[in-house]
């Protein structure tokens, strides 16, 4: 007989339209005590009936090779712009804290300096950089909402606010698509890439031309 779970994760949660309000609490339905009750239900249920044959058949079918030359990258909303950079570029995300403004250098890409876990972070606006406007897409959000990237890159170590974002995905090489060329004859051009991800168009930003760019217009 099978379990009857209420997955609300899947009708208002990460899988869902994200208008669940636990989510501004807890980011992810995985962190949500709701989840983690119905995970236990799920492995503390009866065994059914084949459930052993049904692993054996699985076990012994042919292992699929998979690819191991995916490329890592961790999807984020800047306004109605979805972006992504190397996974390796981010040391984690944290929820939008307050930024305290330096004296005297209000303009350009510099925002001011925040602090994440007791150290002091410079923190830049790569809206400003790619001359973006912070804000809601058509139709609102589903993910999580503003957030702190922290990013350290050939020991550029900044952080940045975005509107939204979808977390790490993986993509085939040949999933990855030449810009066009309107963006690649244009000089503040930093995208290498575009991909089609969920009906969405992401631009794959070049992080070796990126932060440097970002330390350069701080200096």
């Excluded at 992504?84 to 984690?92: G, H, K």
């Excluded at 990855?176 to 969405?200: C, D, F, M, N």
């Amino acid at each position: 007989m099978a379990l009857a779970l209420d997955d609300c994760w899947a009708r208002i949660g990460v899988s869902g339209d994200g208008s669940c309000k636990e989510l501004a609490t807890h980011v992810h339905c995985r962190n949500c005590p709701v989840y983690a009750a119905a995970g236990a239900r799920l492995l503390d249920r009866a065994l059914t009936p084949g459930y052993r044959q049904d692993w054996a058949v699985h076990f012994a079918r042919p292992k699929q090779k998979v690819n191991a030359d995916t490329v890592s990258q961790v999807l984020f909303r800047i306004g109605p712009e979805w972006m992504a950079l190397p996974t390796a570029a981010f040391q984690e995300v944290v929820e939008k804290r307050k930024v305290h403004s330096i004296p005297h250098r209000r303009q350009g890409t510099l925002i001011g300096i925040v602090n994440v876990r007791g150290e002091l972070l410079v923190a830049i606006s790569l809206a400003r950089l790619l001359t973006l406007t912070h804000g809601q897409p058509a139709g609102g959000g589903r993910f999580t909402g503003e957030r702190l990237l922290v990013a350290s890159w050939e020991n550029h170590r900044v952080v940045f606010p975005v509107d939204e974002v979808a977390g790490v995905q993986r993509f085939n090489p040949d999933q990855l698509r030449e810009p066009p060329a309107t963006l690649t004859k244009s000089g503040t051009s930093y995208t290498q890439a575009i991909v089609h991800w969920e009906k969405r168009i992401v631009s794959c930003l070049d992080a070796d031309l990126l932060f440097p760019a970002l330390s350069q217009s701080i200096a």
